[in-house]
């Protein structure tokens, strides 16, 4: 296992410090960062043998959920904050 990869006690770990209610959810895509439903966790061995914990989105139309608030993909680096432009004089009528 390389050591960038979450293990399951660090997840339950970071878990342990959120809200035990709170629905989970799996951030997807840093391109078109959208949110999907967690409907099952699944434990099997990768090709060499190792022991992986996979979280799966469910099968419903309704497991995407949409796309992903933009504070959470800016916090996740995906995004990048975006700021209005500077304001601009408007013009008037008559072209000055």
Do not use: K
Request: glycine share 8%.
């Amino acid at each position: 296992m390389t050591s960038s990869e979450m293990t399951v006690g660090g997840l339950i770990a970071l878990l342990s410090a959120c809200d035990p209610d709170a629905p989970v959810r799996q951030a997807m895509n840093p391109y078109f960062p959208m949110a999907h439903r967690l409907a099952q966790v699944l434990q099997s061995r990768d090709e060499t043998g190792q022991t992986v914990v996979y979280l799966a989105e469910g099968r419903d139309e309704d497991a995407q959920l949409g796309h992903l608030p933009p504070e959470v993909a800016i916090a996740l680096t995906w995004q990048g904050p975006v700021q209005a432009p500077p304001c601009r004089p408007r013009r008037r009528a008559g072209g000055n």
